[in-house]
């Protein structure tokens, strides 16, 4: 029987948790304020969609947030030549009461795993590396790693173990959640264990795979992934307020953050 990968409750493909952040982010901290140039600046109308179909998403997203105990959330659903859809509810500080709005910075969790293969891409287009390469070419000490190609990696049939499935990883995470890992850390948890099968068999989601093509684009660009994707991704893409954080640096505004995955169970900020 396959084990189940523990994972976190998902809401909608449209819903950004605002005050629920991803675990292994660290706690914000105020960092210098990227140039904002206003919600909207994409190829959709600037109007909204249909009312009735706004209500019912008004009406659903709520009651997931309730449903679901976030205080607070972020939706927002853009639909080429229909129109877009942006809303705040809930809170962004539960001690205060500040209501959530729509133009704070969130932490977007696994978003990040489309920003890193698309790197990775813009490499293979450079004729850098290619996606056939095995990684041990690049990044050494992976299990089985001769016969794991990149092209693996990015489509989550590696057969590498999941670090987030390890037990003393769970505990560390648990015993600490505003705790910042290095990849080379949360590697280590995963490369404890065998492989769960062999390379291009079958389909696992494991955050490994990408902490992987991280490195990989770091090593091959001389850059930082943080730079590389700013350079190369975001701004191709005109996300204008998208960053991945240096360490602790998280800018303002932002909500306050709130998790329950801590050794209790309670809720920790």
Not at 30 to 50: F, I, N, S, W
Not at 243 to 259: A, I, K, N, S, V
Request: net charge positive; with cysteine; glycine share 8%.
């Amino acid at each position: 029987m396959r084990r189940r990968i523990p994972t976190r409750r998902v809401l909608a493909a449209a819903l950004l948790v605002a005050s629920l952040l991803t675990p292994l982010a660290a706690a914000p901290a105020t960092a210098a304020q990227p140039p904002r140039t206003g919600v909207g600046d994409d190829d959709c109308p600037r109007h909204e969609l249909d009312p009735k179909l706004v209500s019912r998403l008004d009406t659903a997203i709520e009651k997931v947030r309730r449903e679901a105990g976030i205080p607070g959330v972020v939706a927002g659903l853009w639909m080429p030549g229909k129109g877009s859809y942006v809303r705040a509810t809930g809170v962004a500080d539960k001690a205060t009461g500040r209501p959530m709005t729509s133009d704070v910075f969130v932490r977007i969790g696994s978003e990040t795993k489309t920003f890193t293969v698309t790197a990775l891409l813009e490499l293979v287009d450079d004729g850098l590396i290619r996606l056939d390469d095995p990684i041990s070419r690049y990044i050494h000490g992976v299990p089985n790693g001769h016969r794991i190609t990149l092209r693996h990696l990015a489509e989550m049939r590696s057969g590498l173990y999941p670090y987030t499935a390890d037990a003393d990883f769970q505990h560390d995470l648990l015993s600490d959640p505003a705790r910042h890992f290095t990849p080379r850390e949360v590697l280590a948890y995963g490369f404890k264990h065998k492989n769960t099968f062999a390379p291009g068999a079958t389909f696992e989601y494991s955050n490994t795979n990408l902490v992987l093509l991280g490195l990989v684009v770091e090593k091959v660009s001389g850059r930082s992934l943080t730079d590389f994707l700013d350079e190369r991704v975001l701004r191709p893409a005109r996300l204008s307020h998208t960053l991945l954080p240096r360490d602790f640096e998280f800018p303002r505004p932002h909500p306050r953050g709130y998790t329950n995955q801590t050794l209790t169970g309670e809720v920790a900020d």
